[in-house]
T-cell receptor, first 113, second 112 residues
Framework: DTAVSQTPKYLVTQMGNDKSIKCEQNLGHDTMYWYKQDSKKFLKIMFSYNNKELIINETVPNRFSPKSPDKAHLNLHINSLELGDSAVYFC????????????FGPGTRLLVL | QKEVEQNSGPLSVPEGAIASLNCTYSDRVSQSFFWYRQYSGKSPELIMSIYSNGDKEDGRFTAQLNKASQYVSLLIRDSQPSDSATYLCAVNVGTSYGKLTFGQGTILTVHP
């Protein structure tokens, strides 16, 4: 029944490794997002896809690569992890219309050692 | 100037009081405004959205928008300990794809 789900919930890894986070929504929404929330709780958008097409690409290192195999899924792959990548990554989805609510997933807590 | 700025807090109010949370934004073309609540260790959840000037009430929550002053606020009446959380103000400048810019959040503590 979960509207927006993410896996894994926790990710602890070493610097230099490559890791992926997956997101799925069952709301039938066309638009999905990745946000990063740092240790000071500041939530910042990274990417957005609309129906598998990349539409928002903020200033993010190119070590981060999103992929959307279909409009219900949005994955985030991170290469060569750095200490500063430690954060909570939230996936969100939204229906049609500029004012529509964004629904957030539970978050993936990434810790890079 | 930050794009979306909230009163830094933390804000502490006694149970039953009114909690007032404030947010200013810099982009005059902003069209949609949202208040999210985030409990510690949880994801943000929408509690109010507002699109036009004036007040919007939903239960104990009232959102107020003043586009001329570029100001949006959230009032929580009869505050409860369960309202203790971080409140995030978010603004959509009107892009069709809903890009939200968030403030840094205000931590609210309601003490019994």
């Amino acid at each position: 029944d979960t509207a927006v789900s993410q896996t894994p919930k926790y990710l602890v890894t070493q610097m230099g490794n490559d890791k992926s986070i997956k997101c799925e929504q069952n709301l039938g929404h066309d638009t999905m997002y990745w946000y990063k929330q740092d240790s000071k709780k500041f939530l910042k958008i990274m990417f957005s896809y609309n129906n598998k097409e990349l539409i928002i690409n903020e200033t993010v290192p190119n070590r981060f690569s999103p992929k959307s195999p279909d409009k219900a899924h949005l994955n985030l792959h991170i290469n060569s992890l750095e200490l500063g990548d430690s954060a909570v990554y939230f996936c969100a989805s939204r229906g049609q219309g500029a004012g529509e609510t964004q629904y957030f997933g539970p978050g993936t807590r990434l810790l890079v050692l | 100037q930050k794009e979306v700025e909230q009163n830094s807090g933390p804000l502490s109010v006694p149970e039953g009081a009114i909690a007032s949370l404030n947010c200013t934004y810099s982009d005059r073309v902003s069209q949609s405004f949202f208040w999210y609540r985030q409990y510690s260790g949880k994801s943000p959840e929408l509690i109010m959205s507002i699109y036009s000037n004036g007040d919007k009430e939903d239960g104990r929550f009232t959102a107020q928008l003043n586009k001329a002053s570029q100001y949006v606020s959230l009032l929580i009446r009869d505050s409860q300990p369960s309202d203790s959380a971080t409140y995030l103000c978010a603004v959509n400048v009107g892009t069709s794809y809903g890009k939200l810019t968030f403030g840094q959040g205000t931590i609210l503590t309601v003490h019994p």
